[in-house]
Nanobody
Framework: VQLQASGGGLVQPGGSLRLSCAGSGFILGDYAIAWFRQAPGKEREGISCSRQRFGSTSYANSVKGRFTISRDNAKNTVHLQMNSLEPEDTAVYYC????????????????????WGQGTLVTVSS
């Protein structure tokens, strides 16, 4: 199981980016997928997740209404569309996967995931 995160970069406040998490060696549709981020000097934060069976999603309050997680099962990829970006969104973003069935209440919990991508840096600055 391998995950490859991409799509990070430098964007101005108010701008948008779309992150991608491509899976290889497994069928991504069978896995719960989450996005985490870690800003300098801060702990890693679970910001969004998508459960595998019912497609239900969860978002942290810090990104709710601005970020959207979606699956493209044909491409074995999960996207994170990020709109209205703020300087506080600056962080390294990671995707993670687990085949375990998770309750929606736990699907943004770091310890729930078995596989991690390498991270992609998002910088929001003017």
């Amino acid at each position: 199981v391998q995950l490859q995160a991409s799509g990070g970069g430098l964007v101005q406040p108010g701008g948008s980016l779309r992150l991608s998490c491509a899976g290889s060696g497994f069928i991504l549709g069978d896995y719960a997928i989450a996005w985490f981020r870690q800003a300098p000097g801060k702990e890693r934060e679970g910001i969004s997740c998508s459960r595998q069976r019912f497609g239900s999603t969860s978002y942290a309050n810090s990104v709710k209404g601005r970020f959207t997680i979606s699956r493209d099962n044909a491409k074995n990829t999960v996207h994170l569309q990020m709109n209205s970006l703020e300087p506080e969104d600056t962080a390294v973003y990671y995707c993670a996967a687990t085949r375990r069935g998770l309750m929606l209440s736990e699907c943004r919990r770091e310890g729930a995931y078995d596989y991690w991508g390498q991270g992609t840096l998002v910088t929001v600055s003017s």
